[in-house]
């Protein structure tokens, strides 16, 4: 067995990964094309003394502006980082530097940053400079948080997620096209959610025809805020774009 292949972990290893998954998730609906991630900073005494998460519109990454928080007090200590950290310089200098820095001793990190510039230089980099690297801990809920990320990187397509209103007998209309409202508010809720999470939206012509739905976020106003926003997109059989009602 590799010395890196077995690091040991524990139960609070595991709290403090689910720490930094919970961080990075703040970031949904604002890093895009970036991935989600958050740091946990942890003392030799196992205390919390860094936090932070990635916005994009913020230069700083969230290994940095935990770094930051924790100051000296890093030192000895333990990062706790939802994806790999990134080695190389492009608009920020490399997180791997700042961790090395900082006299951290040990990473943890559920998953490799799939971006061929990242994947597996950043832990190595961490490992030539004598820290102690974890990367088997909470895998599926690392890549899950970053499922639409590392489909992009890796495919160059983009992320679709399909939404559909269906019925027990698994229609999403009737012959008559009458199919309004049939979910409650727990469901369009959660498509709210969807819509904030997702960099654009797209729709049939029919539905535009038939329904012409709203197709706002209600977190438009922090999208905004952010400059990114969900945009609309309108499809019909021959990609144009459907007559709109109103002006
Ligand atoms: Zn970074």
Redesign the pocket.
């Given at each position: 067995m590799s010395p890196e292949s077995k690091v040991q972990t524990t139960e609070f290893d595991e709290l403090m990964t689910r720490r930094a998954l919970e961080l990075a998730a703040r970031g949904i609906g604002q890093v895009s094309p970036g991935p989600l991630?958050g740091t946990v900073i942890v003392n030799a005494r196992r205390e919390i003394v860094g936090e932070g998460f990635y916005l994009y519109d913020q230069t700083k990454?969230a290994?940095t502006l935990a770094l930051e928080q924790a100051g000296e007090r890093a030192r000895g200590g333990t990062a706790y980082v939802s994806l790999e950290?990134?080695a190389h310089q492009g608009r920020?200098a490399?997180?791997t530097d700042a961790l090395i820095k900082s006299g951290i001793k040990r990473v943890v990190a559920p998953i490799e940053d799939p971006n061929p510039k990242v994947s597996g230089r950043g832990f190595a980099h961490l490992r030539a400079a004598g820290i102690e690297v974890c990367s088997d801990l909470l895998i599926d809920e690392g890549a899950r948080l970053n499922e639409a990320y590392i489909h992009y990187v890796r495919t160059g397509r983009p992320f679709v997620h399909l939404k559909l209103a269906v019925s027990l007998d698994g229609k999403i209309a009737t012959r008559t096209g009458d199919s309004r409202w049939i979910t409650g508010e727990q469901a369009r809720a959660r498509v709210h959610d969807l819509r904030h999470q997702y960099d654009a939206i797209m729709v049939g012509g029919g539905t535009v025809r038939a329904d012409d739905p709203l197709l706002r976020c209600v977190e438009d106003r922090l999208c905004a805020s952010l400059s990114i926003s969900a945009c609309e997109f309108l499809r019909n059989r021959n990609l144009h774009k459907p007559r709109m009602k109103g002006p």
């Open positions: 991630v990454h290994e950290p990134h920020t490399p997180c």
